[in-house]
């Protein structure tokens, strides 16, 4: 039983507070992803799992056993860093075996392993080599590799692909997610790069300032988020927020902004909040270009059509403010061309209170 379990874990450097009481249970074998912006507390909650930054208050239990005070080297975990922070001097097939030459294992024992490990990582040809001699995407699959044959009861990663271009860390990516299927060992990692969490997670952990905003699948998270921060956060184009106001309408509570009337789904919570103030949280991607007899259609002004291949951006005008649509480009170019009505499904419209930027209970969008 190889999960993590973080109880109440609060952060403090002197006087000041920067983790304010995380609550978190790691399964064994899950994938975890902590994401959020920059200072959010990723980095600090990782260390303190690994023992590398004290704890200031609350419980920490890996695989059953209160580590809260337990040394980072007896707590069975291995990092891996942005930075590889590997070691120049020694070659590949020395920086994988280090661990295990501490740990005073057999020279057999070793080099069997780094054999395996070597083979798992398509490092063989390269383990005479010296760090210099490697490209990024080497260096971070021999810094895995070092993490690798430790076999730790928990990988700890910290936006290891970070300093690789776009197209390794897309390859990267996928490597990571292979070796997580093929090994199963328990992983936390945290990126502040929203595709790596959505690729990468069995669940999601949405950190802001401190504190958990939100845990769940990726797609729950996507379709559901609790507040306005999690549906801004996740998502590529952000999902469009727009101020309105709830009134009764024909078929059931109706959103009220610009001039426009735009149809909302009739569940309790937003029936009774006819008069409030909301803002309305639409996907680009929910956004349906409109045929003409559509009775819930909104006319939108639009600016600027970005055709990408397969799919197109339309930017609207919505209230002063860019109004992202996505849509699909093939058989429909001729539409697109002059396009001003468009459609969106109550069901997919997110409902946030205006002041508190929570959604307003009920809105579940089964995945
Ligand atoms: N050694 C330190 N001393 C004081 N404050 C720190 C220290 N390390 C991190 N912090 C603060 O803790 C907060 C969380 O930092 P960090 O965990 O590194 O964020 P993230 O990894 O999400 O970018 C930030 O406000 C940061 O300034
Ligand atoms: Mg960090």
Redesign the pocket.
Known sequence: MSGVRLEGIVKA?GA?Q?EHGIDLEVQEKEFVVLV?P????????LRMIAGLEEISDGDLTIDGRHVNRVAPKDRDVAMVFQNYALYPHLNVAENIAFGLRIRKESKEQIAESVEEVGNILGLTPYLERRPADLSGGQRQRVAMGRAIVRRPKVFLFDEPLSNLDAKLRTQMRAEIKRLHKRLGVTSIY?T?DQVEAMTLADRIVV?HD?RIEQIGSPMDLFLNPANTFVAGFLGSPPMNMVKATIVAGDQGPVAELDGQRIQLQQIPSLTNAVGQQVTLGIRPEFVSVADQNDPNMINLDVDLVETLGSEALIHANLQGETFVIRTDTVGQMHILDGISGFTIDPKLIKVFDAKTGEALPGQVVAQ
Not at 38 to 45: D, I, V
């Open positions: 450097y000041v920067v959020g920059s200072g959010c507390g990723k980095s600090t909650t945290v502040h950190m401190g």
